[in-house]
């Protein structure tokens, strides 16, 4: 069974510019999990799908910030502009139901 | 405000030695506590779990012990290997079945020397 995957790896943008995140979840698994980690601190939850529905987005930081997964299956985490704040280390996790989460490798965002 | 606090940041043992790493929280509506490992590159995987209906709870070298009135759980791992070198996360979650957010501490980075 193929893991969670994200693209790209890495993504350097300078402040003002747009950037896309995909994730991939383990295929069969109705819910994802977006979640970003800074410098050193602790992972944070950003929001939670359940199949193309928006379940839980109470930590995403502001309206810059986008995630969408239509059709229910990948999804996408856009930033649009970017600013230095956003840079770190942003994770994707999936689960069949609500019980163990999957997590991908991550993408490393930095913003210059 | 971080509502799982683990510490240490970073912890040195010696091959065969224990390590034990803590963590505290406030909100007593956490129901589950799950351990992640990870490795450079790859994303946290779950090691080991407890839900607070029972003190300890043990799978070979990996231990939780956990202390509801204390509001504090903590991982011990036995005859730790150079292998074990990685960064572990403490994590929890609320008992409501609509939110599955997990609420990580800030992670404890585990150099085992050979």
């Known amino acids: 069974e193929a893991g969670v995957t994200q693209f790209p790896s890495h993504s350097v943008i300078e402040k003002g510019q747009t950037v896309t995140l995909r994730c991939d979840p383990i295929?069969?698994?109705?819910?994802l999990y977006w979640y970003r980690r800074v410098m050193g601190k602790e992972i944070k939850f950003l929001l939670h799908?359940?199949?193309?529905?928006?379940?839980?987005e109470s930590g995403m930081p502001n309206n810059r910030f986008l995630a969408e997964r239509t059709g229910g299956t990948y999804s996408t985490l856009k930033v649009q502009p970017a600013e230095l704040e956003d840079s770190g280390v942003y994770f994707c996790?999936?689960?069949?139901?609500?019980?163990?989460?999957?997590f991908g490798p991550g993408t490393r965002l930095t913003v210059l | 405000q971080q509502q799982v606090k683990q510490s240490p940041q970073s912890l040195i043992v010696q091959k065969g030695g224990i390590s034990i790493i803590n963590c505290a929280y406030e909100?007593?509506?956490?129901?589950?506590f799950p351990w992640y490992q990870q490795f450079p590159g790859k994303g946290p995987a779950l090691l080991i779990a407890?839900?607070?209906?029972?003190s300890e709870k043990k799978e070979g070298r990996f231990t939780i012990s956990f202390n509801k009135s204390a509001k504090q759980f903590s991982l011990h791992i036995m005859d730790s290997q150079p292998g074990d070198s990685a960064t572990y996360f403490c994590?929890?979650?609320?008992?409501?079945?609509?939110?599955?957010?997990?609420?990580f501490g800030s992670g404890t980075r585990l150099q085992v020397q050979p």
């Open positions: 909100n007593t509506a956490f129901d589950y």
């Open positions: 295929s069969g698994h109705d819910n």
């Open positions: 407890i839900r607070p209906d029972v």
């Open positions: 996790a999936s689960s069949r139901r609500g019980d163990e989460q999957f």
């Open positions: 994590a929890a979650r609320v008992a409501d079945t609509g939110r599955r957010a997990l609420t």
């Open positions: 799908f359940v199949k193309e529905s928006k379940q839980d």
